[in-house]
């Protein structure tokens, strides 16, 4: 963790109330990969786990020329695949690609979002696939699937919904630890408002990448004024902000993230880690 994230996660853990909840502890890999601890179940979300340059950027994106990923793991490959579980939101490149299905051991149990990814997963030679429900038990953790759209209304009205696909967030439960709420590639959906209603989250994990398409307003995930609605909608919330600088189209910097945090008096609350960093709350 370099010295800013160490600072703010220290802030953070500070201002985190009179609540006994054990702490859950947490590493960002690179882009939306992301390691979560809880009572020492580590959960693999999201590996995008390819060298630099090892793919084409997304064709029809903004910055389609550069290649994916745009930076290294920061950690050993070795590190990154030290996890019981992996969950996969959905199945694009830069959530679950061609080296996470090669180095992730094949026995490891992996999460999907519905029968249609699972299907994929187990042609990979995955054998013990399973489907994320509304309360889904790991080792004592509960899981339970939360909805999104991966796009603006405006996108999906023009077609775009079968391009960019089903994407789902994952929310974290255990008694006596905090609640983390992992939104997935999605914009800013009822969906979203419905997961914070039901289940009050102490962490909300958002993709504030901001990717875009050319020539459409918006974006095809989270940016900052979405971190912003967050912090409003969960007040009892840290909020922290990931899918940033790794991959073509994301448009959003972390400095722009922390910058507008920071103008909206909301700093103290919000956590944008850099590639590797581990925190805990």
């Known amino acids: 963790m370099n010295i800013r994230d160490a600072a703010i996660a220290t802030v953070l853990a500070a201002t985190a109330g009179t609540a006994a ?43 389609s020329q550069l290649r994916n990923p745009l930076v290294e793991l920061p950690v050993p490959l070795a590190d990154v695949l030290k996890a019981d579980a992996v969950i996969v939101t959905h199945t694009h490149m830069d959530h679950w690609d061609d080296a996470a299905k090669a180095a992730i051991p094949k026995s490891m149990p992996v999460f999907a979002q519905d029968e249609a990814d699972a299907a994929s997963i187990r042609k990979d030679g995955f054998t013990d696939v399973r489907v994320l429900g509304a309360d889904t038990e790991f080792r004592g953790t509960r899981l339970a699937k939360t909805g999104g759209q991966h796009g603006t209304d405006a996108m999906m009205a023009a077609g775009l919904d079968k391009r960019l696909g089903a994407v789902s967030g994952v929310v974290f439960r255990r008694a006596g630890f905090q609640t983390t709420y992992i939104a997935g590639d999605t914009t800013w959906t009822a969906d979203v408002e419905r997961a914070i209603a039901t289940y009050r989250p102490d962490v909300i994990i958002l993709n ?27 007040p009892q919330a840290r909020v922290v902000g990931i899918h940033m600088e790794a991959v073509n189209h994301a448009s959003q910097t972390r400095a722009e993230l922390r910058d507008y945090a920071a103008s909206k008096g909301i700093a103290a609350r919000v956590l944008v880690p850099e590639d590797g960093a581990a925190f805990r709350f």
Do not use: C
């Not at 502890?25 to 693999?44: D, M, P, W």
């Open 21 to 63: 909840a054990q702490a859950v502890n947490y590493q960002l890999i690179r882009n939306a990969t992301i390691k979560v601890e809880y009572a020492g179940t580590t959960f693999l979300v999201d590996p995008m786990l390819a060298p630099k340059g090892a793919w084409p950027g997304f064709e029809g994106t903004v910055n």
């Open 208 to 234: 504030t990448g901001y990717a875009r398409i050319p020539g459409l307003d918006g974006s095809i995930i989270m940016g900052k004024e979405d971190l912003v609605r967050a912090a409003q909608a969960a």
